[in-house]
């Protein structure tokens, strides 16, 4: 699983960030995507709840 982010359409609503701060957090300035810190399923419920849908989540194939 792959997350994406996009700055540009991002209002800063800190959904992911305070739902999940192991995976989504600002070090130093940036955006700090670890997707191995949850469950595909926790990842999934924070992305379906961005309110500007700014994370996106691609799928890798095998």
């Known amino acids: ?3 994406t982010w996009d700055q ?4 800063h609503a800190g ?10 957090k ?6 700090i995507i670890n997707p191995s810190a949850a469950t595909e399923e926790e990842i999934m419920s ?3 709840r961005c309110p500007s849908g700014a994370l996106q989540i691609e799928h890798c194939q095998r």
């Open 15 to 24: 959904v992911c960030v305070s739902s999940l701060p192991e995976v989504f």
């Open 8 to 11: 540009n359409i991002c209002c």
């Open 46 to 48: 924070v992305v379906g």
């Open 26 to 31: 600002v070090q130093d300035g940036k955006f």
């Open 1 to 3: 699983m792959q997350i």
